[in-house]
């Protein structure tokens, strides 16, 4: 058993520990790409609503024309 053990240790790589400091970095630069991407597909999205190339959902369709929900006429 023991040279099973010392063949898989020697198998496996060695990783390298993660200071607090590269972690919370790493987790800045995660967050500000993904905001970022996230910011870039609701300004397409909102082109192209604004472009008619998209059918709205009901949420930005209340929120574009809410004049559609108004239930005063009936």
Do not use: C
């Not at 040279?3 to 496996?12: D, H, N, T």
């Not at 192209?48 to 006429?73: C, K, S, Y």
């Amino acid at each position: 058993m023991d040279a099973e053990k010392e063949k898989q240790a020697k198998e496996m790589p060695k990783s390298n520990p993660l200071t607090q400091a590269q972690f919370l970095l790493w987790k800045r630069q995660k967050d500000a790409d993904s905001s970022a991407r996230k910011a870039e597909a609701t300004r397409k999205r909102e082109e192209d609503i604004a472009a008619g190339t998209v059918q709205m959902n009901g949420r930005e369709l209340f929120l574009h024309e809410p004049w559609v929900f108004d239930n005063n006429q009936y």
